[in-house]
């Protein structure tokens, strides 16, 4: 068969095309084979966003000065808030303010007052924060915040309150960790550990976010289900008569034993171990969970208590459950963490990877 020379051109660029398609094929096959995909999942208030800023401070680059002045807003908009639902859950629960001249500080608490990424907290709000926060009204309401869902940030930020309204304040990194935005959608964060890329997502935990997850369950390669333990006590942001840790047992049975995950690796964090060990003495875990019976105020026995409620939920004999106990916010005990979790990751589910 002959051709001219025109079609002989033409199918040697075809050839080359096909060629450079190929090559880029590989070139995407060999990237992907060196790609970790990690899911958070949890329920509401779990603490997988601070995780994720954990990773971008021990493995990327950290927070920019742009970011931490973001976070500045973030962290005014989380006092403020707070006080409003302090207050509001107050006149529900029908207790007043310990000194009525700070009835005074209401009003402004009320406003919707949002601040620029370039501005310092407003200083009126100083003596305002100061004087509610020491009310013996509030700190009463206060210590029934697991009946209203309180944030648990505010005893941090309050430690050094006026640093944070100083005119050249820039949030630290345990600021950020400790500050509070509410999860929506998906969020991603890609670090490199060794000759690996983790890409790791953290998706919505209140109730209404949970269906955006199904976009994140393609070939997983690892499950991080983070449970905040200190939650026993704890009802739901979105439903005051549900109970934290009862919604985060009855989700981890779910994706325990979901077909999705049947091949992906699950490790389970049982966080907020600080605000934990601090609670149970004062809140009895047996008023929340009948079949308790161990020593009340015996942390190690209480930690076995949870987590061996959890590994009970999983059905499937062959599925192994990697359990840590942690605080997120302390970045050295989550790196001391991610190392194992690390070993475990490439021992366990990706050898392949680095054949």
């Known amino acids: 068969m002959c051709f001219g020379s025109g079609e002989e051109d033409e199918l040697a660029a075809g050839a080359a095309r096909n060629r450079e398609i190929e090559r880029m094929i590989r070139i995407d096959e060999k990237k992907m084979s060196k790609e970790v995909k990690l899911l958070l999942l949890g329920a509401g208030e779990s603490g997988k966003s601070t995780v994720l800023k954990q990773m971008k401070l021990i493995y990327a680059q950290g927070f920019s000065r742009t970011e931490r002045d973001e976070w500045r807003s973030i962290i005014f908009g989380n006092l403020n808030n707070a006080f409003k639902v302090i207050l509001d859950a107050m006149e529900e629960l029908e207790i007043d303010l310990g000194n009525s001249e700070n009835e005074s500080y209401v009003h402004l608490i009320s406003l919707e007052r949002e601040i620029g990424h370039k501005e310092a907290l407003p200083l009126e709000y100083l003596p305002a924060f100061k004087a509610l926060w020491a009310d013996h009204g509030i700190k009463q309401a206060i210590t029934k915040g697991n009946e209203y869902a309180l944030h ?35 969020t991603e964060t890609i670090f490199e550990l060794g000759s690996l890329t983790y890409r790791m997502f953290d998706v919505g935990g209140q109730r209404s976010e949970r269906k955006k997850w199904i976009h994140c369950f393609e070939n997983v390669n690892c499950l991080f289900f983070l449970v905040a333990i200190s939650g026993y006590d704890q009802c739901l942001v979105e439903d005051k008569d549900g109970n934290q840790m009862q919604e985060a047992l009855m989700l981890f049975e779910s994706i325990a034993n979901s077909q999705w995950f049947t091949k992906s690796a699950l490790i389970l964090f049982l966080n907020k171990m600080d605000l934990f ?76 990877l680095i054949l």
């Open 152 to 186: 648990d940030n505010l005893n941090y930020f309050f430690l050094d309150v006026d640093r944070l309204f100083a005119k050249d304040y820039v949030p630290t990194d345990q600021d950020v960790l400790r500050s509070r935005l509410r999860t929506t959608g998906i």
């Open 277 to 352: 060990r601090d609670k149970i003495a004062s809140s009895p875990i047996c008023e929340y969970f009948p079949d308790y019976t161990g020593d009340p105020s015996d942390q190690k026995v209480a930690m076995n208590f949870f987590k061996e409620k959890f590994r009970g939920l999983n059905r499937n004999p062959n599925k192994d459950i990697y359990t840590h106990f942690t605080n997120a916010t302390d970045t050295n005990l989550l790196k001391i963490t991610m190392t194992t979790v690390q070993d475990m990751i490439i021992q366990r589910n990706l050898h392949q």
